[in-house]
């Protein structure tokens, strides 16, 4: 702390209160908060020799050199609910701030996910270790990081580095001190919503866009850098507005921009409120002010004679109106033209969201116009590029650079942050738009179809629209539509995720959900728009049934509460909506959308993104049910992107059927075909599966695709014979998730598998009717069993009947006793090497032989010492001895010496090894004990840190 805080005169006791504020802090999600708070700002300390209130650094951010990284591994952590063993704990200045949990992948079945249960139990079983620790990483072949949230979750990522292939030697470079540093410092964040209560930690991406933003601006001030603009094409759902505030809270701490004034611009009602609101969530420090009117807007421009005020604010763009601007110029004139103005100043940087829309006409030319100094950023997933607006040559400097940081469609789904999107056309003949009018909508340049058209186009495309309007809201057409929607609904939605409806305005949405509700109960659909005077019938009817449901309510509170409750509630289950809703809103649970309006280009895309949030592996993909056949004009609808850039946006749902047999083939092929389900056919494959890591991780990651795709398809796409293939492919897995111990990774498996895999539920339960009782081969432990059932079965059979359960009973369940630990470090290696296939069956039955002669001679030496009175801690310094210097009486007899004498002092009572000034005075026996066998410094210590640690585990 001393190093850290050169400046400041600390005390001993200065040093021992800041170390007891940290210890006081409670293991809560609120202790947490204050920690993180402290490890951004420093701690608060009135120093006892001049009484000043300062604030005492416990991490260095500006210097990351200057703090001490160490990492430690297998270090016990206890509480009153037990006591845990993280593999790896990372320390920064004496602090445990990142965990790691590593899982072997040679282990039957084992993953990243299962390092990541592991993480979520010790969070439960020591919490006081979690208000520091910030974020954990589960690591298999794979790694992933996620937060650490006391009382609540967080989701998983994956940290990339461009030329790094190898995740781990990714995640290792996060954890570099400038890295991780950073993220502790400008990326980690407390959210809170409505009770929910999690930490926000940046994805790779948004890590490197915020910071490609701070690096112009930082080279620009510093006269480096020429360009003051940049343009972040990031595809939906990726996380854009999470990234404007990572780069605004790192340039707004920044001594270097002096208090700037930072603006998140946006172009709708809804899109301001979502960015108020996440601000509202997350613990910044920094309350952004939302402007609320132009009024307010002139006086935040002319505070402090013209400066303007300092601060984060969010603004709509219709706000820079040209008076603004003119009363602005009139205020600025009656000052020196030299003197600092909002108009000249450098630290005033503005964030656009969505910068394709509205960033070309007057109001843009206006803000440009009044902020001509200032940085501008935009934020998109969908750029445009058309005469007069031209999203590359408003933020970018094409051709040398047309985007400052882009991650679209391909990354996103590669990195599962977002999922596909697939597309099928539904009734096509009978409801779809007819051919004129579909190339019409086409060839218009209105973005939609707008209600009040007809007073602002003209002739033939009026009449054209007015065509489409008609059709497209005609009440029996929307009667056949809701009744085919309800159908799928209740087939393959309800109960697992949610949808949308999106009508073609808002009477045909008043009209979808009366017939709606003849099909399923009316609590199941909410519509979700706007209300006015002079509605067209039956919108004003039912405006009044929805003011008397939501009484007391304006329409506002009814449209949030309704989001609100389908985000977090069983109900509802479906929105129905024409306009809002299509761009900004993020649900993860909303996985169909039933499409019955017009949209294309950027506004198709933007729609259809709603549903590609991942949900838990149950959610595989989006789904659009296209009844206007608009997807079908994809390549035109599409025309502004290059290929690459929208390769994967949409797959037809045939594409899924091809997937789906193609992987079906593969597994089938790779198990050497199908069989009868019997415990003979069943037993063959598993076998075949445990002998063979490459196949068995093969067959495991590739079934649970498969049945992803077959929960999303159902069994109606495909002939008997595939389902029957499948069924025997889901017994497989089934089978050998039981009889190897694998475990899916959801805790609660039956109602996890109920909810999202029922077909699959459905068809083990039908096929398998295998009696699958804990019915596994007999296991003695003895080497004469071992080779008469060798010569009964043969070689092969042997090893297959004495591995498997010997890796189930033995391995798994004591695995961290440390009397077993060499001797189970050498059965994993002898395991690992057969199913890798590195040695032949010959040599790993023979050292199997070997391995479980010294299990047997353990276990034999452990039940002679318990007869002797001497319990587990004896036995095991015993055996670490015996492994040392050998076997013998004598030895013996010395630890059943040096034990009588400590449990006469009473050091013995039970849980001793857990306190740790009883265990110093027990070693300190032990250490005498080894000084007069007359054994070497270093081994003596050798030695004694092995026991320490052992007895600590037992």
């Known amino acids: 702390m001393r190093r850290l805080n050169p400046t400041l005169e600390l005390s001993e006791e200065d040093l021992n209160r800041v170390i007891s504020e940290l210890h006081a802090l409670p293991a809560s999600f609120e202790g947490s908060k204050l920690f993180l708070r402290y490890l951004k700002d420093g701690l608060p300390l009135k120093l006892e020799k001049t009484k000043e209130l300062r604030y005492v650094k416990i991490l260095d951010q500006e210097n990351p050199e200057n703090n001490e990284f160490l990492i430690s591994d297998q270090v016990w952590f206890e509480s009153s609910r037990g006591r845990i063993r993280p593999d790896l704990v990372l320390y920064v200045n004496g602090i445990p701030l990142v965990l790691i949990e590593c899982k072997n992948p040679a282990e039957p079945g084992v993953s990243w996910k299962t390092a990541y249960q592991q993480v979520k139990r010790y969070e439960e079983t020591v919490p006081e270790l979690f208000k520091y620790v910030q974020f954990s990483i589960a690591a298999e072949a794979q790694a992933v990081y996620f937060p650490n949230v006391l009382g609540g979750g967080g989701p998983c990522y994956v940290w990339k580095v461009e030329g790094i292939e190898d995740p781990l030697n990714a995640v290792v470079e996060m954890l570099s001190k400038p890295v991780l540093t950073d993220i502790l410092v400008n990326f980690t964040f407390p959210r809170e919503e409505h009770g929910r209560q999690t930490k926000v930690l940046p994805r790779y991406i948004q890590y490197e866009a915020a910071n490609r933003i701070f690096r112009r601006v930082m080279e620009n001030l ?9 343009l972040i094409w990031h595809w939906q759902g990726s996380g854009k507005t999470l990234t404007m505030i990572f780069a605004a809270y790192k340039l707004y701490r920044h001594p270097r921009l002096a208090n700037p004034t930072i603006f998140f611009v946006v172009d709708r009602e809804e899109l301001e409120e979502q960015l108020r609101n996440e601000f509202s969530y997350l613990d910044l420090g920094i309350k952004p002010e939302v402007i609320s009117s132009v009024r307010r807007l002139k006086e935040i421009l002319t505070h402090d004679e013209g400066r303007g005020q300092r601060g984060i604010f969010i603004v709509l763009i219709h706000k820079f109106r040209e008076e603004v601007g003119d009363e602005l110029e009139a205020s600025l004139a009656l000052t020196r033209a030299e003197r600092e103005t909002i108009s000249n100043r450098r630290n005033v940087v503005v964030l656009i969201d969505e910068g394709h829309r509205t960033q070309y006409g007057k109001l843009a030319g206006e803000m440009r116009k009044i902020l001509r100094k200032a940085f501008f ?15 590359y040559l408003t933020f970018s400097y094409p051709p040398e650079e047309l985007y400052l940081h882009k991650y679209f469609i391909a990354d996103s789904i590669e990195d599962r942050s977002t999922l596909p999107i697939v597309i099928q056309t539904r009734m096509e003949k009978e409801v779809g738009l007819k051919r004129d009018l579909l190339q019409s909508f086409l060839d218009q340049e209105l973005e939609e179809i707008p209600e009040d058209f007809r007073e602002r186009v003209k002739g033939k495309i009026s009449t054209k629209l007015d065509e489409i309007v008609v059709f497209l809201t005609n009440p029996v057409r929307i009667e056949k539509i809701a009744r085919d929607i309800a159908e799928h609904f209740k087939q393959g939605v309800d109960g697992r995720f949610k949808a949308m409806v999106v009508a073609a305005n808002r009477r ?41 449901r939501f009484a007391g309510k304006d329409d ?11 985000k977090e509630e069983e109900l509802p289950k479906i929105l129905i909506v024409t306009d809002m809703l299509l761009t900004g809103f993020d649900a993860p649970i909303l996985q169909v959308m039933y499409l019955d309006k017009p949209l294309k280009e950027h506004r198709l895309l933007q729609a259809i993104a709603r549903t590609n949030r991942p949900c838990g592996e149950g959610k595989t993909c989006g789904l659009i049910l296209d009844y206007v056949g608009i997807m079908k004009e994809l390549e035109k609808a599409f025309s502004l992107y290059a290929k690459q850039d929208i390769k994967y946006a949409v797959i037809d749902l045939e594409e899924k059927v091809r997937e789906f047999r193609n992987l079906l083939r593969s597994l089938v092929g790779l198990l050497g075909g199908t069989g009868k389900v019997d415990r003979p056919s069943l037993m063959s494959k598993v076998r075949l599966l445990f002998h063979d890591l490459d196949l068995e991780n093969t067959f495991l990651t590739n079934f649970k695709r498969l049945r992803g795709l077959y929960e999303f398809l159902g069994p109606r796409y495909f002939e008997k014979e595939e389902t029957e293939a499948y069924e025997f492919l889901a017994a497989v897995y089934e089978f050998y998730r039981r009889y190897t111990g694998v475990r899916e990774e959801e805790p609660e498996l039956e109602s996890y598998m109920a909810r999202y895999f029922p077909r699959t539920l459905q068809a083990i339960q039908k096929t398998l009717k295998v009696e699958m009782k804990e019915e596994f081969p007999e296991l003695r432990l003895e080497v004469e069993y071992l080779r008469k059932l ?25 695995a961290k006793d440390p009397i077993y ?8 290696r002898l395991v690992s090497e057969w199913r890798s296939r590195k040695i032949e069956e010959k040599e790993a039955y023979q050292r199997l032989l070997e391995l479980v002669g010294e299990a047997s001679e353990l276990e034999k030496r452990e039940r002679e010492v318990e007869g002797l009175g001497l319990g587990r801690e004896a036995f095991f310094i015993l055996s670490v001895l015996e492994r040392r210097l050998g076997r013998s009486e004598e ?5 059943k010496d040096l034990w009588s004498g400590l449990a006469q002092t009473g050091k013995l009572f039970e849980g001793w090894n857990r306190k740790p000034s009883v265990l110093r005075e027990v070693m ?22 092995e026991i320490s640690k052992g007895l600590k585990g037992l």
Do not use: N, W
């Open 556 to 566: 506002d509170e009814i449209r949030k509460e309704v989001i609100q409750r389908f």
């Open 377 to 391: 950023f935009a934020f998109t997933g969908t750029p445009i590029s058309k005469t007069g607006r031209d999203t």
């Open 790 to 814: 060798a010569e009964k079965k043969g070689v092969s059979e042997a090893l297959y009947d004495a591995v498997i359960p010997l890796h189930r009973f033995v391995l798994v369940p004591r």
């Open 821 to 828: 630990e060499p001797l189970i470090k050498k059965i994993e």
């Open 222 to 230: 510093e006269g480096r850098e020429k360009k003051d603009s940049g």
């Open 891 to 895: 030895l013996l007899q010395e630890i």
């Open 924 to 945: 300190r026996e032990v250490r005498r004990y080894l000084r007069k066998k007359g054994l070497p410094m270093e081994e003596r210590e050798e030695i004694c840190d």
């Open 508 to 548: 045909a949405c008043v009209l979808y959900k009366r017939e709606l509700d003849k099909h399923l109960p009316p609590e199941y659909s909410e519509v979700v728009m706007t209300f006015g005077m002079g509605d067209p019938d039956p919108i004003p009817a039912y405006h009044r049934e929805l003011r008397e």
